[in-house]
């Protein structure tokens, strides 16, 4: 379904007009640090990480582009799905939360909770507290997507698919074929998009 200009303008409102991120290639650094988590037991991407890399997708409980409106189905929709990808793939799958400028109201770790129930979240749902990975990585939106090997090195980043675009001429679903291409050992195309969505909402110094 496109979406109406309306929206699309709004996209361009609320995504980074510069959205340089971690580069391909780049590793995932304290791999091993355990997060809170809103839909589990606390856990790290050390244990996350599975036989073919891992998925990391930052994410929040109400972005349009996340949640959904009457005129675009948001991404969540997608993540059981993409997590089903995943796991069937021997490839992690995680989401996190780094709106610290929310955290003491519709992003807090009880709202996550909630969150992650209501929409029946099949993994892990990191608090990324005082968005330190956030500001590791460059995430710029939520969604954003950093997808790693099993040697925690960056494959593909940015957006999952082009479903934001109102003037495309066919989905391409990024994250999807980038999965399938790394399974399968052939070369990720593009191997990074610009990121799409609400733009994360870090605490003012």
């Known amino acids: 379904m496109k979406k109406p200009v309306s929206l699309f303008f709004f996209c361009l409102l609320f995504m980074p007009f510069f959205w340089a991120q971690a580069p391909i290639g780049s590793s995932l650094e304290d791999a091993s640090l355990e997060y809170e988590n809103a839909n589990g ?48 793939s021997d490839i992690g799958f995680v989401l996190v939360n780094s709106n610290e400028a929310k955290r003491a109201g519709d992003d807090s770790f009880l709202n996550m909770k909630k969150h992650a129930k209501d929409a029946k979240y099949k993994m892990s749902y990191f608090l990324d507290d005082k968005s330190v990975l956030a500001n590791a990585l460059s995430a710029k939106t939520t969604p954003h997507v950093f997808f790693y090997d099993a040697s925690y090195r960056l494959v593909y980043s940015g957006s999952i698919d082009n479903i934001w675009d109102g003037r495309r001429k066919k989905e391409l679903p990024y994250l999807k074929n980038a999965i399938k291409n ?8 593009p191997n990074a998009t610009a990121p799409k969505g609400c733009s994360i909402k870090r605490q003012k110094a």
Request: hydrophobic share 30%; charged share 20%; glycine share 6%.
């Open 41 to 88: 037991d606390a856990s790290s991407f050390s244990n996350e990480m599975n036989k073919n890399g891992l998925i990391v997708v930052f994410s929040c409980n109400t972005c349009p582009f996340v949640v959904g409106t009457p005129n675009f189905p948001g991404w969540e929709r997608q993540y059981n799905e993409l997590y089903d990808q995943a796991f069937e």
């Open 182 to 189: 790394h399974l399968n050992n052939k070369k990720i195309k």
